[in-house]
């Protein structure tokens, strides 16, 4: 069975669910810039057991969330907006 996400194709997808909301975290560039990261889980799955301590051994697939708070004003470049002024981000 071929399983999404560059996952191998042996191993099992583990149910889970998180004990908490992910937390953001605010990093403060030395540009000026303030940006705010989280890692989202997708996925896991145990894949066997390590061949020393026997525990489990398990994969994680994730993805990073990025939101941009705060950006100096000399940062922002108005001849790119104006370029795909009306053109979608979307292909």
């Given amino acids: 069975m071929a399983i999404p996400g560059n996952f191998p194709d042996q191993g099992e997808l583990v149910e889970f669910e998180t004990d908490d909301e992910?937390?953001?975290v605010t990093?403060?560039?030395?540009?000026?810039?303030?940006?705010?990261?989280?890692m989202?889980?997708?996925?896991?799955?145990?894949?066997?057991?390590?061949?020393?301590?026997g525990?489990?051994?398990?994969m994680v697939q994730a993805t990073n969330i990025i939101r941009v708070l705060k950006v100096?004003?000399?940062l922002i470049s108005k001849?790119?907006?104006?370029e795909s002024?009306?053109?979608s981000l979307y292909r």
């Fill in 22 to 24: 992910p937390k953001w």
């Fill in 72 to 74: 100096p004003k000399e």
């Fill in 79 to 82: 001849k790119k907006q104006e």
């Fill in 55 to 58: 525990l489990p051994l398990y």
């Fill in 27 to 38: 990093v403060k560039l030395k540009d000026g810039s303030v940006i705010q990261i989280k």
């Fill in 40 to 53: 989202e889980i997708v996925a896991i799955m145990r894949n066997g057991n390590d061949v020393n301590t």
């Fill in 85 to 87: 002024k009306g053109q």
